[in-house]
């Protein structure tokens, strides 16, 4: 139903910040493997919860200002946003069912 929306530093803000719904921000680039293996998690999570949470993903090698900004220095690095903060970090790959646990104060 629902895929992942490509986040760029360009409309991070309209994006991310200013969403209704909490965004979960996958930080990830096309070199890193442990970044396309949580590509099909968040594909299903996405599908599955798109009524509750956003995912998104962003290019660190072609967005590295947001990047930077929130000190990603290893990817995957997923950052849930709440009202414009981070309310949660999680850095690097994990099963499905770990990140639905860590996701259930937004999807539960």
């Known amino acids: 139903m629902s895929d992942m929306m490509q986040i760029t530093d360009a409309g991070f803000e309209s994006d991310v910040l200013e969403n209704a719904k909490p965004v979960l921000l996958d930080f990830w680039a096309p070199w890193c493997g442990p970044c396309r293996m949580m590509e099909p998690v968040l594909k299903e999570i996405a599908e599955e919860h798109s009524d509750k949470i956003i995912i998104g993903k962003l290019n ?49």
Request: glycine share 6%; hydrophobic share 45%.
């Open 60 to 108: 660190v090698d072609e967005n590295p200002q947001t990047a930077t900004k929130y000190d990603v220095l290893s990817i995957p690095t997923l950052l849930v946003f709440v009202n414009g903060e981070v309310a949660k970090k999680l850095v690097g790959a994990m099963p499905k069912k770990r990140l639905v646990d860590e996701l259930a104060p937004w999807i539960g």
